[in-house]
């Protein structure tokens, strides 16, 4: 159970994505978890999780894959984001804002202009 509580934070965030098919069990001192989120972006951001603890390397065995493929993920724009930053950080290269803009246009009508707290439909890499 210690690996339990190490790693309780990471069980937070899988609650948070409404992780599905979930499987968590500890065995031969490691812990084993496998499921799906909804995006890769979830998905990563788990996988983010578990590398923040010391020796997750020897301790954690995961599968966890995306349901969807279409679309890399849902993301809520926070205060000093801009569709470059976003695409920055998501795509991986801030000229592909247009991207995001053009898989937002039913929400978005400027790609200048976003709102704190909108979420916006990152495109699939």
Request: no cysteine; glycine share 8%.
């Amino acid at each position: 159970m210690a690996l339990m509580d190490k790693y309780s934070d990471l069980f937070a965030l899988a609650n948070q994505f409404g992780l599905k098919n979930s499987d968590v069990k500890e065995e031969g001192g490691k812990l084993k978890i496998s499921g799906q989120t909804e995006y890769q972006l979830e998905a990563n951001r788990l996988w983010d999780n578990i590398k923040t603890h010391a020796g997750w390397e020897n301790e954690i065995v995961a599968n966890i894959k995306a349901q969807r493929t279409d679309m890399f993920g849902v993301y809520t724009v926070q205060s000093g984001d801009t569709l470059s930053k976003i695409a920055k950080a998501y795509l991986g290269d801030s000229n592909r804002y247009m991207d995001i803009f053009n898989a937002n246009t039913d929400t978005l009508k400027n790609p200048d202009t976003i709102k704190i707290g909108q979420k916006l439909n990152i495109p699939a890499r």
